[in-house]
């Protein structure tokens, strides 16, 4: 076998080889950073603090807005770091630690927006009982159970890439280390990495997916039934946010992952990367705060003496 050098680090191509565009990305792209962590930061806050909002609703949705910032934390660093730096480099433990942490954050939503359905689905089509049901300590469970299985899925899911090698191409046409990035540039075998990647997709993405469709299926046909046109308009914007946030996670979520690896599509990969691991993060408070009077409400009361001083 003739001698193959074995690759250690990554080249992240990031979105553009432009000087100009560069300045104009990380500008752009620090400043959707710091008002990620801002809004959700005061989502995390006056849910937490205000005693209008201490209900399981608000409790998954300060929830939603940690993982939010975990998410950014996750991909924007690295990628305003390589679009200043000179070495746009990612080193091999680096990238697979990348892809450990953006796993579990990314399944971490996607159970708890599943969670916010089941919720709303009580809510709404089981109210008499909604008290009993969703207790704090179902919620804490909940929450705690969506934690601990995005760290199995990250960690079945990360394991196997530590017995791959690779030795031709290291250049990732992305800003972020994703695993079907990486496995294309394995010069090992790597139908094990993606038999595990579809029994978890399978297992606990579709898992989550079902039980949030199931979830609106009757959350709708409630809804239609209420006899009462102001009834279910109020009935429809307790869940509407949550509804244009799972549409926009999802629909991302499965074009990144589902479809296959092709150089032609690399533009529209980095763009769909974009929007759910850097957009949904900023656009869910904003989505929240405008739809939902409590929060908006909340927040007013809370931040509302700072904006007003003299």
């Known amino acids: 076998m003739e001698n193959q050098t074995v690759i250690t680090e990554f080249i992240l191509l990031g979105l553009s080889r432009d000087p100009h565009l560069q300045v104009f990305f990380f500008l752009l792209f620090l ?10 930061s005061a989502i995390m806050l006056v849910t937490r603090t205000d005693s209008c909002l ?11 807005a940690f993982v939010d910032i975990c998410y950014s934390a996750v991909t924007v660093p690295k990628m305003l770091e390589n679009i200043i730096g000179k070495q746009k480099t990612i080193s091999l433990e680096g990238c697979i630690a990348q892809i450990v942490f953006f796993f579990q954050v990314a399944c971490a939503e996607v159970f708890i927006l599943a969670i916010m359905a089941y919720d709303r689905y009580i809510a709404i089509c089981d109210p008499l009982h909604y008290t009993t049901i969703m207790t704090k300590i179902i919620c804490r469970h909940l929450v705690s159970g969506a934690w601990a299985t995005s760290f199995l899925v990250s960690l079945v899911n990360a394991l196997p890439l530590l017995s791959l090698h690779f030795c031709k191409n290291n250049i990732i046409y992305n800003f972020i280390c994703e695993l079907p990035s990486v496995l294309a540039l394995s010069c090992t075998q790597t139908l094990t990495n993606y038999i595990v990647l579809l029994i978890t997709a399978l297992v606990f993405g579709f898992s989550a997916f079902l039980l949030t469709l199931i979830s609106y299926i009757h959350i709708i046909s409630t809804i239609l039934k209420i006899h009462s046109a102001e009834g279910r308009r109020k009935a429809f914007s307790t869940c509407s946010s949550h509804l244009i946030v799972v549409g926009l996670y999802y629909i991302a979520a499965f074009f990144r992952y589902v479809k296959p690896n092709s ?48």
Do not use: R
Request: no cysteine; net charge positive; hydrophobic share 50%.
């Open 31 to 40: 400043m959707i950073f710091l008002v990620t962590l801002l809004g959700n």
């Open 54 to 64: 201490q209900n399981p609703m608000f409790f998954f949705l300060s929830h939603l």
């Open 263 to 310: 150089e032609s599509l690399i533009y529209l990969d980095k763009v769909v990367s974009i929007q759910y691991s850097i957009i949904t993060p900023l656009l869910n408070p904003i989505i929240y705060s405008l739809k939902n009077k409590d929060i908006q409400n909340a927040l007013a009361k809370k931040f509302g003496k700072y904006m007003f001083l003299k």
